[in-house]
């Protein structure tokens, strides 16, 4: 099999399963508040990525680093970014807060150019227009419901372009994937404890398995999306993300019966396209590079 054919394979399972979560994580939202659920499901992922982490390398190397403030600064925006995203599929359609999320590569360009002073390339200012007017045009059926949640899906947006950029950062310092995986779960359990205990109610035991299916999903998503990019480009992978929306859509018309109207079709279409046409930009100006940890969880 063509190792890039694997590697598409494999973001595009990451993706569904990413969105999956947020289905399991909406049967959950009139029990548990989000502070739980995003405390339980990452729970769930930590009780297997520390474990391995620290067989992987040891106890002294998975924990000795000499960037413990940008491991630890990763770490803190996933908190936020987990946060924001639990938030937005307990308060908005699950095909939304997956759209608001995959507009990172939107932002990326604009985070790049501002802190990184990478000089962007005109076109993609009228590329990144083209994507917010989707963005907008997304929003425009829900404005009558307009609630706080989707202003907090598009902030989860911008969160998720942040931590790619960190992520890229820590790549290029040769920080091991598993030691970046163990400090991302302590930090994210370990901050969301507190508010999960100030909103805890009981919950049953079955919002609780949806729970624990959602964090195994989120933790196979990142292994997933992680192994596609040993296979192929990030260039040639990342629009492969936006399977999400696809799936995510499916989802809600399949389970939630919640049909997106034109104007939603058309703004996910722009949304889309415009994320394509970045990866592809960027990809035939900087040639083929490959990423070992994504901007995942």
Request: charge should be positive; proline fraction near 4%.
């Amino acid at each position: 099999m063509d190792k890039r054919l694997l590697g598409i394979g494999l973001v595009a399972l990451g993706s569904a399963f990413f969105a999956s979560s947020g289905l399991f994580v909406q049967f959950t939202r009139q029990d548990a508040s989000s502070w739980v659920a995003v405390f339980v499901a990452l729970l769930t992922g930590g009780l297997v990525v520390v474990p391995f982490a620290l067989l992987r390398l040891g106890v002294r190397d998975a924990v000795r680093t000499e960037h413990p403030g940008l491991l630890t600064a990763r770490g803190l925006v996933s908190f936020l970014q987990m946060s924001t995203l639990f938030y937005a599929f307990h308060t908005i359609p699950l095909t939304d807060a997956v759209l608001f999320r995959q507009t990172a590569p939107l932002w990326v360009p604009i985070l790049s150019a501002l802190f990184l002073r990478e000089r962007m390339p005109r076109q993609f200012w009228v590329v990144l227009l083209i994507g917010f007017i989707g963005v907008g045009l997304a929003l425009h059926p829900r404005l009558s419901a307009f609630s706080i949640g989707y202003l907090v899906a598009i902030l989860n947006g911008f969160l998720f372009a942040v931590q790619t950029l960190l992520s890229r950062r820590l790549n290029q310092l040769n920080e091991p994937r598993e030691r970046i995986l163990l400090y991302i779960y302590v930090i994210v359990v370990a901050t969301t404890f507190g508010p999960a205990v100030a909103t805890f109610q009981p919950i049953g035991a079955q919002t609780v398995m949806w729970l624990v299916i959602a964090g195994l999903l989120l933790l196979g998503s990142t292994g997933c999306v992680i192994s596609g990019f040993k296979f192929a480009p990030a260039w040639l992978l990342s629009p492969v993300g936006y399977v999400a929306i696809v799936f995510g859509a499916f989802l809600d018309w399949l389970v939630l019966n919640q049909i997106p109207s034109l104007f939603s079709v058309i703004g996910i279409v722009m949304v889309i396209g415009s994320g394509v046409l970045i990866v592809a930009i960027g990809g035939g100006r900087h040639g083929s590079h490959t990423g070992s940890v994504s901007g995942h969880n």
